[in-house]
């Protein structure tokens, strides 16, 4: 009897023993998934806080373009008032090098209205060429018509600018093909507006968007260039 009282307590211990085992394994995978939990929400908060200070980053670089919009364009206008003592081909040059400089255009060209040595006809010919394209003589664009079945014509006859960010789509892009093979995105042309009707026209291909403040910035420097034109003799239509 006695021996079996003591087999019973044992067993008793026994049994007790593996209960503490048991709450001890429990406390230690509750202890496990707490970490895991804590760990993927410290994970969670990690990609939050990226997300967050990459928005930040985003707003910070578009207000500093914001600010910097009204800089570009007084810088423009500042050059183009110490340029008074250029001759019309220098000034017209130096516009669409300026173009391509400051909007890092892939070319820039610019027409104004001339009649034609032989038929005396009123057509657009080109003054200057800056960029990829920087050939004047012998350009297929050398001359171009007034009629409104081209792009330059357009802008001139309509005295409205025309904008763009499709140019492989555009169907008054009359060369698809190049324009594939040059990967040009953006078109930008606006008429030289004078007192007494349009001059000529500012144009520049871009393999970029040109933004809407690039667009603001290009219609004040037009603007601007236009006035320093009226001190030429230049036809108009």
């Not at 230690?28 to 990226?50: C, H, P, V």
């Not at 009123?122 to 297929?140: D, Q, T, V």
């Not at 606006?190 to 970029?208: D, H, K, M």
Request: charged share 25%; net charge negative; aromatic share 6%.
């Amino acid at each position: 009897a006695e021996a079996m009282k003591e087999q019973s307590q044992t067993a008793d211990h026994v049994a007790s023993s593996m209960g503490q085992v048991s709450q001890v394994a429990e406390q230690a995978l509750q202890s496990s998934q707490e970490m895991n939990r804590s760990t993927t929400d410290i994970a969670g908060q990690a990609a939050d806080l990226k997300t967050l200070a990459n928005s930040f980053e985003e707003e910070g670089e578009g207000a500093q373009t914001s600010l910097q919009a009204p800089s570009r364009r007084r810088q423009l206008l500042e050059q183009l008032a110490q340029k008074g003592d250029l001759e019309l081909d220098e000034l017209l040059k130096w516009a669409t090098e300026g173009v391509v400089d400051y909007f890092d255009a892939f070319f820039s060209r610019v027409w104004v209205v001339e009649k034609h040595p032989q038929s005396g006809e009123e057509m657009l010919h080109m003054k200057a060429s800056s960029g990829a394209y920087n050939r004047i003589r012998g350009s297929s664009r050398e001359g171009a018509p007034l009629a409104e079945d081209y792009k330059l014509g357009v802008i001139v006859r309509r005295q409205r600018p025309i904008i763009s960010d499709q140019v492989q789509e555009d169907p008054q892009v009359k060369d698809q093909t190049w324009a594939r093979r040059e990967r040009l995105r953006s078109f930008a042309g606006y008429p030289l507006q004078l007192e007494n009707g349009c001059a000529g026209v500012l144009i520049a291909y871009s393999r970029n968007e040109i933004t809407s403040e690039e667009h603001s910035i290009f219609a004040a420097f037009v603007e601007a260039l236009s006035k320093r034109l009226a001190s030429f003799p230049l036809k108009t239509v």
